[in-house]
């Protein structure tokens, strides 16, 4: 399917032909099912499968749209949505949506929300209401997208990296994480916080700053912050995000955003 995928990227054509539009829908066949992945982890690092993002785009090509009725709605789409939770495991309230092609594992929990195309949301994870997983986004175990959390997709515009928040973290209520940044293992984001890859990621727990841009340490605790910055108007505060200690490995993964951000004095 590899091979079919990059020849149909480099020649549009060829997706006239059977045999190219079958591997487009096979790969996202594979991804909603979560045998294939847009990114994975391999050896402590993640590894983007490009030619399975170019498989999603190309598949909005060749669907064809359909009028959809669920009276008194009415929708008009090319993409299916993502159906029969129950054999999945997956808890889905009114009016959460998946669309076909989003990989939901077992025990996820998907208030009213929205998850795209592309995206990877695995075991045990909670995505609380008007949260959004945007296309191709990699969601770890145990995770918890608070109310309001915006993560960005990847295909529009079409960037190098989803973005990723790995096992056991907690995004507090109306962060957004966009352009492909890092959120390693059970960081915790207080509310509001904003990463995108050009926003700077200090470190001030210690005697001096310590900057990051586009990934998050693992077992961080993050808060919004702002800094100083000439203009030719003047000196105006820009936002940052400061990492304001480490979660303690004593701490229960159930509360501990709530003792973590407690103890450093910050709400979540």
Not at 88 to 99: D, L, S
Not at 221 to 245: D, N
Request: hydrophobic share 40%; glycine share 10%.
């Amino acid at each position: 399917m590899k091979i079919q995928i990059e020849e149909a990227w480099s020649n549009r054509e060829l997706l006239k032909e059977d045999v190219y539009a079958n591997a487009v829908r096979a790969v996202i066949e594979e991804v909603d099912k979560g045998r294939l992945r847009v990114a994975e982890p391999v050896g402590g690092d993640w590894v983007v499968n490009e030619w399975v993002k170019q498989a999603i785009l190309m598949y909005f090509g060749i669907q064809q749209m359909e009028t959809f009725h669920l009276p008194p709605f009415e929708f008009y789409d090319k993409m299916k949505l993502k159906s029969d939770y129950a054999s999945q495991g997956v808890r889905a309230v009114p009016h959460a949506v998946a669309r076909y092609g989003a990989y939901l594992a077992r025990n996820v929990v998907l208030m009213p929300s929205y998850v795209n195309i592309g995206a990877y949301v695995d075991e045990a994870t909670m995505v609380d209401t008007w949260a959004t997983v945007g296309s191709c986004a990699q969601i770890g175990k145990h995770v918890h997208l608070s109310g309001g959390v915006g993560i960005g997709g990847v295909l529009e515009p079409l960037q190098a990296s989803p973005v990723i928040i790995e096992d056991g973290c907690f995004i507090g209520s109306r962060c957004i994480v966009v352009e492909g940044v890092r959120v390693e293992k059970e960081a915790v984001l207080g509310a509001n916080v904003v990463l995108t890859q050009s926003t700077k990621i200090i470190d001030v727990s210690g005697a001096e700053p310590i900057e990051y841009r586009g990934r998050v340490p693992a077992r961080s605790v993050v808060i919004p912050g702002s800094y100083t910055k000439k203009f030719p108007a003047g000196e105006y505060q820009v936002g940052c995000a400061l990492i304001i200690g480490q979660r303690k490995e004593s701490t229960d993964l159930k509360t501990s955003l709530n003792n973590a951000l407690r103890e450093f004095n910050v709400s979540g």
